[in-house]
Nanobody, 124 residues
Framework: VQLQASGGGLVQAGGSLRLSCTAS????????RAWFRQAPGKEREFVAA????????FYTDSVKGRFTISRDNAKKTMFLEMNSLNREDTAIYYC??????????????????WGQGTLVTVSS
């Protein structure tokens, strides 16, 4: 199974983008999916996650109130709606899927399937 991330691009500060992450197989089933990002010269960091059954969501503090993670269960697709973007949001965004435990949902080691990444560039 592969994950395909899309929706990145160049946007002005204050603008919005919507990222999508689609599994190559509709039968793909995992406990949780997440978005991580890696900015130039920085380590990969957790952005948001969603428990697939129940839809519980989790965010890193810097994106709370600006980003919304959601999923379409029938299409096995996950979304990240990003609003009020700023330059600090510039990064490659990766989607990931796994069957980890809830207490470690922000830990990248809990995810064993990763997408190829989509670049988000926010200009001032």
């Amino acid at each position: 199974v592969q994950l395909q991330a899309s929706g990145g691009g160049l946007v002005q500060a204050g603008g919005s983008l919507r990222l999508s992450c689609t599994a190559s197989e509709l039968t793909f089933s995992t406990t949780q999916r997440a978005w991580f990002r890696q900015a130039p010269g920085k380590e990969r960091e957790f952005v948001a996650a969603i428990r697939w059954h129940g839809g519980y969501t989790f965010y890193t503090d810097s994106v709370k109130g600006r980003f919304t993670i959601s999923r379409d269960n029938a299409k096995k697709t996950m979304f990240l709606e990003m609003n009020s973007l700023n330059r600090e949001d510039t990064a490659i965004y990766y989607c990931a899927a796994g069957n980890g435990i809830l207490s470690s949902i922000r830990d990248a080691r809990q995810y064993n399937t990763w997408g190829q990444g989509t670049l988000v560039t926010v200009s001032s």
